[in-house]
């Protein structure tokens, strides 16, 4: 299994831009999540999906989108990238939530917007 | 703000010493927490969890402490070696139990 895995691994936009973090997995988990990390932080929820077709915010959803239509894809969309987008974006997924939680992240997506 | 939060955000020891990264949560409703290693570079990876049910667990030479009476959780590093360097990040589930809340974070340094 490749677990988690993201593209690009690095991008940088212009003010403005648009894009789309890739994310898959392959171990047939229902649960996948966005966060974002800021330099010296903990990770922040963007976005979650408990299964293909059902979508929820986290913490900070604002000038995101995600959509779920597969198991396997949740990809997160940047329409009009700001320089406070500049982060660190990591992917996650899990069987479950609850007990045990534990969550696969993949290596994440290094944004810097300019 | 921040649920769960660390004492320290760094922390340097010598190889061999044990270490032991503190984290204190302030959401009565999370029953289950876990802790994560993330080294430079690279996403969060597993090392333990524990749920609310239990006050110890022990790994591969880590163990983790519960002590919900004081909302404190602690992870020892038994015999820490280089390899161990990172950033140790605990997380709780919080009252939705959807989502993991993360820390902060503590930088682990070990020195050989």
């Known amino acids: 299994n490749a677990g988690v895995t993201q593209t690009p691994k690095f991008r940088i936009l212009k003010i403005g831009q648009s894009m789309t973090l890739q994310c898959t997995q392959d171990?047939?988990?229902?649960?996948m999540y966005w966060y974002r990390q800021d330099p010296g932080m903990g990770l922040k929820l963007i976005y979650y999906?408990?299964?293909?077709?059902?979508?929820d915010k986290g913490e900070v959803p604002n000038g995101y989108n995600v959509s779920r239509s597969t198991t396997e894809d949740f990809p997160l969309r940047l329409e009009l990238a700001a320089p406070s987008q500049t982060s660190v974006y990591f992917c996650?997924?899990?069987?479950?939530?609850?007990?045990?939680?534990?969550?696969?992240f993949g290596p994440g997506t290094r944004l810097t917007v300019t | 703000g921040e649920s769960v939060g660390l004492h320290l955000p760094t922390l340097s020891v010598q190889e061999g010493d044990n270490s032991i990264i503190n984290c204190a949560y302030s959401?009565?409703?999370?029953?289950?927490f876990i802790w994560y290693k993330q080294e430079s570079g690279k996403g969060p990876q597993f090392i333990i969890d524990?749920?609310?049910?239990?006050d110890k667990r022990q790994g591969q030479r880590v163990t983790v402490l519960l002590n919900k009476t004081v909302k404190h959780l602690s992870l020892q590093i038994a015999a820490t070696q280089p390899g161990d360097s990172a950033v140790y990040f605990c997380?709780?589930?919080?009252?939705?139990?959807?989502?993991?809340?993360f820390g902060k974070g503590t930088t682990l340094s070990v020195s050989s």
């Open positions: 996650a997924s899990s069987l479950a939530p609850g007990n045990p939680h534990e969550q696969y």
């Open positions: 171990m047939n988990h229902n649960y």
């Open positions: 999906s408990v299964g293909a077709g059902i979508t």
């Open positions: 959401n009565s409703a999370s029953d289950y």
């Open positions: 524990i749920r609310s049910n239990m």
């Open positions: 997380a709780e589930n919080g009252e939705a139990g959807t989502a993991l809340i």
